[in-house]
């Protein structure tokens, strides 16, 4: 599979600097370190969410494929495909990536 390809399956191909996730885990409750389970209603200021880069546009520099983005939940376009919700960003909607290529020394990249 080619890193710019989205998920085998996926009818569609992105343009330009777009980036589709897919969310981790449910999206209301969560857990705490100490294995609590938070509710969505319990949920206190903004906070920002995580999930898995499935297909990247031909112009994004910084992610690829399986990489683990954070972004913010309020600013986001959903669409479904084959029965299963994705999310469409902007690369620079995207706050931080988390992969074992990101080098811990290298500095942000500015869009």
């Given amino acids: 599979m080619n890193v710019n390809d989205p998920e085998p ?65 309020d600013d986001r376009s959903e669409v479904e495909l084959h029965g299963r919700d994705y999310i469409l960003l902007r690369e620079r909607d995207v706050h931080a990536v988390a992969a074992s290529r990101v080098e811990t020394d290298a500095t942000g990249l500015y869009l």
């Fill in 9 to 73: 399956g996926l009818p569609i191909r992105l343009l330009h600097d777009r980036v589709l996730v897919r969310l981790e885990g449910n999206e209301g409750e969560r857990r705490s370190a100490a294995g609590i389970v938070i509710p969505a209603t319990a949920s206190v200021g903004h906070r920002l969410s995580w999930a898995t880069a499935v297909g990247v546009g031909p112009h994004v520099r910084s992610i690829v494929n399986g990489d683990r983005v954070l972004f913010d939940p």
